[in-house]
């Protein structure tokens, strides 16, 4: 099978949104292919994991949507463009 030359010049012309959108998809194919190389959990990644469900599992109100958070962190980063 012959690779095919990634032009690192070429993707770093197009716009940011576009490279981003880009970057997505080339996570997302890692991930597919090979879940364990995507995000690879370490025993300690395990225990804090586990000791979040748990703290979800005792009270599941804590918890904030994830709606809310992404509202509040743009509004943020709106707030602090020069």
């Known amino acids: 099978m012959a690779k095919r030359a990634l032009d690192l010049r070429e ?11 880009a970057v997505e998809e080339l ?3 890692i991930a ?17 994991l586990e000791r979040r469900l748990a703290d979800h599992g005792a009270d599941p109100t ?3 949507p994830w709606e809310q958070v992404r509202d509040e962190l743009l509004s943020t980063l709106r707030r602090r463009k020069p």
Request: glycine letters at 0%.
């Open 11 to 21: 993707l770093r012309r197009l716009p940011i949104a576009e490279r981003l959108k």
């Open 27 to 29: 996570w997302d194919s």
């Open 32 to 48: 597919d292919e090979k879940p364990e190389l995507a995000v690879p959990l370490t025993p300690t990644l395990v225990a804090e």
């Open 62 to 64: 804590s918890t904030i």
